[in-house]
Each structure stands twice: as structure tokens, then as C-alpha cells.
């Protein structure tokens, strides 16, 4: 039986007209395609987890491929705290700013860090998660072109691994593994299996609602220390049954702040909105430069800046909020507040650093 992807669209949060039409674009071209299912949704981060747009990503169980104006490192664990989960895929359609992601779906801040993460106390479904940033590319063709790869594989898996279970493949499976498209659903571009195999339609949710902002977790490399939640004032953070650290009340954060992912020991908090690609959600290699985020965000060697600065923006906003600012008081972790002050001038230099790249 043929295999099915389903592909998820998710629109820009602005009606830039150049965004939609590449949008659109790509959505009609997969839907020329067999073997595609296509569901636009709104903008991933400002569907509410009870929204009709999640309960759609809920629904499917298989492999998907989810499209947004988000760095894929965002989509995957915006889904994830959206209880749409699975390993996380990396696609080779890249933006620029984007540098390779380990398989699930960390950057690479674990090197050298043996701590165990939430993601290795928890059961991942079987299946593949891929997002991939809209910035990759402006032509809709290397969209589709990306989807297709993406089904001949899973198609590839499922021969190679369910044939040749205990012996030699046969030169009959040899053919099918290395010419996948003989079995594929999505064609090989001889035009044979080509065609409408459905109404030429996607599925598409809208919903109103107003822009969010709010924290999301990467727990391939959080470590549940609580650092977060006793920083945040704003109760933005709590604790699931198993006392795993969660995003219970997203809606309480302060727009544009981005505090609490400067404390967080394992750089493991992202704003995917903020400007910052790096808090965005952006890997390490930026543009061909490597930065040490470790010291952008809050560890041994530049913490105590990174403390400093989230203590700041959360003065401010409790101040914007009519309450008292706590400065250092309250929240931050010793291993902070006790950095020797000569870092900030690292940490000033890496933000300049950013602020050239023009991101
Ligand atoms: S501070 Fe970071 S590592 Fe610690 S619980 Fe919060 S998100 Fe996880
Ligand atoms: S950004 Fe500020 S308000 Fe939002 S969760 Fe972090 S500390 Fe709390």
C-alpha cells in the first residue's frame, strides 16, 4: 500500500504578501503531487495547545513534515509543549543561519555534558518529525522537491528494514532500496505516477487570536534543575505529576522579555520570536562564526553578566506590572551571582558580535 506524508503549512503571523505567496505556492504544488496530504494552519506559535490548528497536528500519527517561519529547532519543541511529538528529522533544506542539528534536535550543547536530559526519562513515539524553516529558501520548487526526498526515505526505511530482516537483501530489494521510486507514492519524476489522487484541496484551519509570547522548552537538553521556575516572578513555569518542569501558564509571560533563557544553565530556554537568533531557537554556527553561547546565555565563565542582564529585564518588568523590583535578590542561582566581573566585557563583545551579523 501506498505510503502518505502529511505536510503541515503554517502561515506567517503578517500578511506580507511575498511570505503568502510562497506559502501558497507550495501548497499548491504539493497538492499536484500523489501521496501528500496538506493542512495549513496559522502561525505555530499563537495556536493555543485547545486549538482546532493543534488538535489537527495531534491527529497525525506518521511521519510529518511541518513548515514554518521558525528556526526547526523552535517548531519541534513548540510541538513538543504542544504534546505533538516525535524524533526530531533533520531536513537538508537549510536557511543560512541554520548549522547541522544533532538527531534530537540539539545543537550540540551537550558535548562534554554528561547530565541526563528530560528527553532521556521519556518515551519518544516511533516516528520522524521534520520542520523546516520557510526562510530556507524563496523558491516553492525546493519545497516540494525537500518533501519528496523525505517520502522516498520513509518509503526506503520501511523496505530495507522490513526485507532484509536476517539475511542478504535480494538484487530484486537492492533495486528497490537504491530506486526507491518504483514503490513510492510521490514519483520519481517520470511522470508516470504523477496526478491528482484526491481533490486538489488542502485542509485549512483559521483561527483569530492575538500574537503570543511565551518560553519553550528544549528537553533534549534540559536538565530539570528548577532554575527557571525559581527565577520567573511571573508563574509562567510549574511542575508536571513526574515533577518535570513545564510551561504551565505561557499567556502570564511578558512580551519581549527573554530573561529566564539567560539563567538557564543549559541554554535550553528559546523565545522564537526574539530577534536574537540565538534565543530564537538559531544552532551555534551563526553565519560561519561560531559563537559560545554558554556565555550569551549563562554558564561557569560568563554567567554572571547573563545574570545580571536577565535580572534587569525582569526588574523591568515587574516595574511595567506595578510591583517591586528584586534586582539579584531572588532567583539567582549562586553559581551566577558569584562570577568574577571581568566577563561582561565578553559577553558585551558577543553581543556585538550579533549585532554585526545583521540577522
Ligand atoms: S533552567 Fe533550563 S535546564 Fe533548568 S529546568 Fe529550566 S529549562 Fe530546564
Ligand atoms: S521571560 Fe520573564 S516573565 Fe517570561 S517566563 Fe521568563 S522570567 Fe518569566
Known sequence: MAKR???VVSQGQSQNPAKRNLEEEIVAGLLMEQGIDVTIVPHLYDLKSDSTGILALQGIGSDVVVMSWLYPRAAHWLLDQNDVRGHFAESQLKADDEASADDDGSDGARDGNDKPRVTDERETPNRKIYCI???ASDKPSDFI???KRIARDMTTQVVSLGDWVGG???SEQLNRFNNPTNDTALGNGNGKDKGPDKLLQPVRI???GGRRWYPVIDFSRCTNCMECIDFCLFGVYGVDAADTILVEQPDNCRKGCPACSRVCPENAIIFPQHKSPAIAGAAIDVAGLKIDLSKLFGAPDGGADAATIAARERDEQLLLAGREAVGM???IPKRQ?????DSKDELDDLLDEFDELDL
Do not use: F, R
Request: net charge negative.
Open 5 to 7: 506524508i502529511s505536510v
Open 168 to 170: 542478504s537483501p535480494s
Open 329 to 331: 535578590d531572588v532567583g
Open 133 to 135: 524553516s520557510l526562510k
Open 206 to 208: 483559521e483561527e483569530t
Open 145 to 147: 522537491e525537500e518533501t
Open 337 to 341: 551571582a558569584e562570577q568574577p566581573a
